[in-house]
């Protein structure tokens, strides 16, 4: 006997949902993140939804939570009228006005909204796109939606794809090693394009673009691609370690259009690295003036503090003088590790020296963090890993027809363990295997497989899963699997 009541926590959870239903009742706009969920669920009187300017709306589906910058909701499709369907973002704001006040007429991410989804909006407002207005077309109370929210709502049928009932009815067996063979294709892909890249620069530059390109994580591929392909322009030629490191993050930030251009006039200690590596790039500009890049190249919006490309060249710095990363990979690859000491020692080999500014600052103009942070986190490590550097070798071994090492490498590929959560992986499970987290144990290969089924099939359909062949393959698989 535990002494607690048996429906304490069910109190606990009532008493803290009375404080919005009394705003409510002064009328007050709920919190836009249970709009976002009344929307994803659709808790609507669906066939009286009507814009403010009186055409009807059909939502054929509400599109798919995008957890990121942009709008809230991408490839929705939806029906004005008697027109076509078609598809398209929504976002959701508490009032009309919000879509000026926000930007959102401005900035490009939002030029494909079919939809402003707003709580109330004055009926003569003014509205560059289509505008629905949800206050008068609940399907319930605001107060007994928001109790509903509180406990798990789970992932609307709506937005399970079709293959999520046959995904759901293989066993785990069948449902591990069609992952695996998805992830088997991933490592392929990516390995086909390290060897294709090689043929071109070679083997070891081919690696110093991929691990870039890997650093820009998804928002700045391309931008960080670019400045690997300029790294033999760009080699510094300090003998001293530290100065070879401060004057190449100057040539790094510099050629990659991220410096200033000019300094600012009051002093901090940001200010006093700034100038440093200003001083060293102010010299030298001239002669990289025709391959800088334009700062509009670069994405910053909805990036974590820790993905700020401008920390990730410093990092690259380090890298790249200490010259011998290529070797030290080679060393890991072919030391014998555990399966459980795998991303720590891929780690160790990824860590920079110390690095007295970046080691306290996210970006070249943030305050000094209160607790000094590693260049590169574990997770981090995980992506090279699997994108990068398992590839990498995988793709090399099968060159010089070393099966023993292509193994090796795929052994490795398999056993490493799961990556962080991301949107992506997020909206993966949600429409294959509606939103069932813990079914499969997952490592960073099964992950790789899911994303690859998605690029497969997904990507191939709409979110109706029209056309879309999988359900029907799994269906067979588990017939055969079950014979
Ligand atoms: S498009 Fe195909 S693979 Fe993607 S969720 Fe729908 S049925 Fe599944």
């Known amino acids: 006997m535990s002494g607690i009541a048996p429906n304490l926590y069910e109190q606990w959870r009532a008493s803290t949902r009375a404080a ?17 969920h009344i929307w994803q669920h659709q808790r609507l009187r669906r066939e009286q939804l009507r814009t403010l300017d009186g055409q009807q709306v059909c939502v054929l589906h509400p599109g798919f939570w995008n957890h990121e910058a942009g709008p809230d909701f991408r490839n929705a499709i939806l029906q004005f009228g008697t027109a076509s369907p078609h598809s398209g973002d929504i976002e959701i704001d508490l009032h009309s006005a919000g879509w000026r006040a926000h930007r959102h007429d401005r900035n490009a991410a939002y030029r494909n909204v079919i939809l402003h989804v707003v709580w109330d909006a004055e009926s003569d407002a003014h509205c560059a796109v289509p505008t629905l207005a949800l206050k008068l077309r609940l399907d319930a109370p605001l107060n007994e939606l928001s109790a509903w ?73 391309w931008p960080m691609r670019r400045v690997a392909e300029l790294l033999p322009l760009l080699a510094a030629g300090d003998s001293n370690k530290r100065g070879a490191v401060l004057s190449l ?7 990659s259009g991220m410096l200033p251009a000019e300094l600012p006039r009051t002093q901090s200690g940001a200010d006093d690295y700034l100038r440093r590596i200003w001083d060293h790039w102010w010299r030298e500009r001239g002669e990289f003036v025709d391959v800088t890049l334009p700062r509009a190249l670069w994405r910053f ?13 410093a990092l690259a710095a380090h890298w790249l003088v200490e010259e011998n990363l290529p070797d030290k ?93 991301n949107a992506l992986l997020r909206l993966a499970r949600q429409r294959l295997l509606a939103g069932a987290n813990a079914r499969a144990p997952w490592t960073a290969a099964r992950q790789q497989g899911l994303l690859q089924i998605v690029r497969d099939f997904c990507d191939h359909s709409n979110s109706l899963c029209e056309n879309c062949r999988f359900p029907e393959l799994v269906r067979n698989l588990d017939a055969t699997a079950a014979e």
């Not at 590790?337 to 600052?361: C, K, N, P």
Request: hydrophobic share 40%; with cysteine.
């Open 20 to 36: 919005p239903a009394l705003r409510e009742a002064a009328d007050a706009a709920p919190p836009e993140r249970l709009l976002q």
């Open 149 to 221: 929210f509180g406990h798990d709502a789970g992932v609307p049928d709506l937005l399970a794809g079709r293959c999520s009932a046959p995904l759901r009815d293989l066993s785990m067996n069948a449902l591990c090693e069609l992952l695996q063979q998805a992830a088997r294709i991933r490592l392929r892909r990516k390995a086909s394009e390290f060897a294709a890249r090689a043929r071109q620069v070679g083997w070891e530059r081919a690696l110093w673009e991929g691990l870039f390109a890997a650093l820009g994580y998804k928002h700045n591929v």
């Open 249 to 255: 993050q100057a040539r790094l930030l510099g050629v």
């Open 301 to 313: 919006n909805g990036l974590r503090p820790a993905n700020h490309p401008q920390r990730r060249l």
């Open 329 to 421: 990979l080679e060393r890991w690859f072919t030391s014998e590790i555990s399966d459980g000491g795998l991303s720590g020692s891929l780690m160790e080999v990824f860590q920079a020296g110390r690095d007295d500014f970046w080691s306290s600052h996210w970006t070249l103009r943030s305050a000094r963090m209160a607790k000094p942070q590693p260049l590169l986190g574990a997770h981090r490590v995980t992506d090279l890993a699997v994108n990068v550097v398992l590839p990498w070798f995988w793709t090399r071994a099968e060159a010089g027809r070393n099966s023993t090492l292509q193994q090796a490498a795929e052994h490795r590929y398999y056993s490493w363990p799961a990556s962080e959560d």
